[in-house]
């Protein structure tokens, strides 16, 4: 198990490479010339030209790219154009808000999800799941920053009781948590319902009902246990797109986060800054993706060095 | 939806299950059947939007601004006095053309490269599922962030990026079929006779994946709009006063704290009931043409 886990850990490399390269490419393709963003837009040209130097832009574009590995090796990211900053620190910075909404959102759509799913599965073809499925189908087709923008307009203003904006106590969690969670408590919702069912199907159940086990035995000892296999694997795949459906919920929310600062590092260039956090987003799904995989096999013995 | 229903006439006919069938089983989805019903009204509306719309949308009354809808404009008009209605009508032309055409060549790229890797396995087999791998390790909109990034905002560019965002979805479906379609003897059949690779694929393989391919074509679009239109929310899609249902979202942000719940509302609730429509279309489509396929 242990050598299985180290063979993918090594297994991500390639493409990690391949993404860096990628991300390279499109960061020395975006508009607008970096040694200029970062003299400033009334610099002289000797002082862009110097910045290019000192950025070390003159460079032929194979040497930069090794540069930058190089320096990515030793965990500086350099520095932003806009403040300065090291680029280590602004992400740091951001780290935290984006990690709280992340988790926020997925405790509650990961339970309101399962228990929607199990609900309608143990009703099945009756109003009810209908009901809950209609609901889910809803939650998949509600853009996200639509509901958040709702949720400004009718829940923070009216009431004053969250802000509208910003990340400074646990309460703003709640808005932006409720906006971003919600596809992925929808997808959940679909997803348990199909695999209860699926479950619920086995000779093992009906064996165990048979055998006059009561009711919950049957839903929870039974069916429930053997449906969680591929529940597990749904939920760690949603918390990877948390990462990047929190993109444009930050947005909403000006939530002081790694999705925020993407994209204001887009619109005003600071290329550091979006070479850095590109990549870092890449890693983490990754890393997620790979993490839920080696919990599957932990879960599921039976696909256990497969 | 008159361009991905007609295709499914032509589909469904080779397959086991024949036309009628199809038919019979599909008109059980009752909401489907309604879904389809809207889709067909908006896409009339989009196509006669310059006839249909009680005003131009880029002109401004400004004896109504952020006025809230009545009778002569029945949503209402944003902060510079134009009619929400009109937009919306001009905004659903943009958004049926860009989820329609980035998941049209999103399909045609990725199911192609899905055929060759499927179908001559081996090296080229590696080469192009590595790529795909490549493409899914950036999480949901990022790929399509980037694009957009590096291409610049605009309407074109945003339907490039939702396209490339759709290609390995489409590339990995194809080609688990195709393997397993390969090695089946009516293939076999049609590659003793003679046939050639290039008739192998698109004229045995391709058919056979057909169904599943306009499933996730259908449920695909969903989801492209609402990327494209997040993108546009996000100051990455057309110029904000493009009427695009992402854009006036954006800009009703700064009406919407002082009360105007209507410049929100309806553009919102636009893409909501057009994406709906779409999902309920691709949830019936699977189950009639693809059971097994889980979405």
């Known amino acids: ?306 | 939806m008159t361009s991905s229903s007609s295709p499914l006439v032509a589909a469904a006919a080779p397959l086991s299950s024949p036309w009628r069938q199809f038919t019979r089983r599909f008109l059980r989805h009752r909401m489907a059947l309604g879904a389809t019903l809207f889709l067909l009204i908006l896409c009339m509306a989009a196509i006669l939007a310059p006839w249909l719309a009680p005003y131009d949308p880029q002109a401004s009354d400004w004896m109504a601004l952020a006025s809230p809808p009545d009778a002569s404009h029945w949503f209402g008009t944003d902060d510079l006095g134009r009619d929400i209605f009109s937009r919306i009508l001009y905004g659903a032309r943009l958004s049926l053309w860009v989820g329609l055409t980035s998941v049209g060549l999103g399909a045609i790229g990725g199911v192609l490269l899905g055929l060759i890797a499927g179908f001559h396995g081996g090296r080229v087999d590696t080469l192009i599922m590595r790529g795909a791998d490549v493409l899914f390790a950036f999480p949901g909109m990022l790929l399509a962030i980037a694009i957009v990034a590096v291409l610049g905002p605009g309407l074109n560019n945003l339907i490039i990026a939702v396209a490339v965002f759709s290609v390995p979805v489409f590339a990995r479906l194809v080609r688990a079929q195709a393997l397993s379609l390969k090695t089946t003897t009516y293939v076999e059949a049609a590659r003793s006779l003679g046939a050639s690779t290039s008739t192998l694929m698109l004229r045995h393989l391709l058919p056979a994946t057909l169904a599943s391919v306009i499933v996730f074509f259908t449920m695909r679009i969903g989801v492209s709009i609402l990327t494209a239109a997040g993108l546009s929310f996000i100051g990455l899609g057309p110029e904000p006063d493009v009427p695009e249902w992402g854009n006036m979202l954006a800009s009703s942000r700064s009406l919407m704290m002082a009360g105007a719940w209507h410049v929100s509302v309806f553009p919102g609730a636009a893409i909501f009931v057009t994406v709906l429509a779409f999902n309920l279309l691709g949830d019936a489509l699977r189950d009639t043409l693809d059971p097994k396929l889980k979405g």
């Open chain 1, 1 to 306: 198990m242990l050598i299985h886990g180290l063979k993918r850990l090594l297994g991500m490399i390639p493409v990690l490479f391949t993404v860096s390269i990628l991300v390279f490419a499109f960061i020395k393709l975006m508009p607008g010339d970096p040694a200029r963003i970062y003299a400033g837009a009334d610099a002289s040209l000797e002082a862009v030209e110097a910045a290019r130097h000192t950025l070390g832009l003159d460079r032929p574009l194979p040497m930069q790219y090794f540069d930058w590995l190089a320096s990515l090796a030793q965990g500086d990211l350099g520095v932003t154009y806009r403040t300065r900053q090291p680029v280590s620190e602004v992400i740091g910075a951001s780290f935290m808000p984006s990690l709280w909404l992340a988790l926020a959102s997925f405790c509650w759509s990961a339970l309101a999800g399962i228990a929607l799913g199990v609900f309608a599965a143990r009703r099945r073809g009756r109003w009810q799941d209908y009901g809950a499925m209609g609901l889910a189908v809803s939650g998949i087709s509600l853009p996200p920053f639509w509901l958040g923008l709702l949720l400004i307009q009718f829940v923070a203003v009216p009431f004053g009781v969250f802000a509208t904006s910003g990340f400074e106590r646990p309460l703003d969690l709640v808005l932006p948590a409720i906006t971003l969670g919600s596809a992925v408590a929808a997808v959940m919702a679909r997803f348990t319902r199909s695999a209860y069912l699926e479950a619920a199907n086995e000779d093992y159940v009906r064996t165990a009902r048979a055998k006059g086990l009561t009711q919950r035995m049957v839903v929870w000892k039974h069916t429930m246990r053997n449906a969680l296999i591929p529940i597990v694997t749904m939920l760690g795949l949603q918390f990877g797109f948390l990462l990047s459906g929190s993109i444009v919920i930050e947005t909403v929310f000006s939530w002081p986060g790694l999705g925020w600062l993407l994209i204001e590092s887009i619109k005003s260039q600071d290329q550091p800054v979006v070479q850095s956090l590109v990549l870092l987003f890449v890693t983490m799904f990754l890393v997620i993706n790979l993490a839920v995989d080696l919990l599957y096999g932990v879960i599921n013995p039976t696909v256990r060095h497969t």
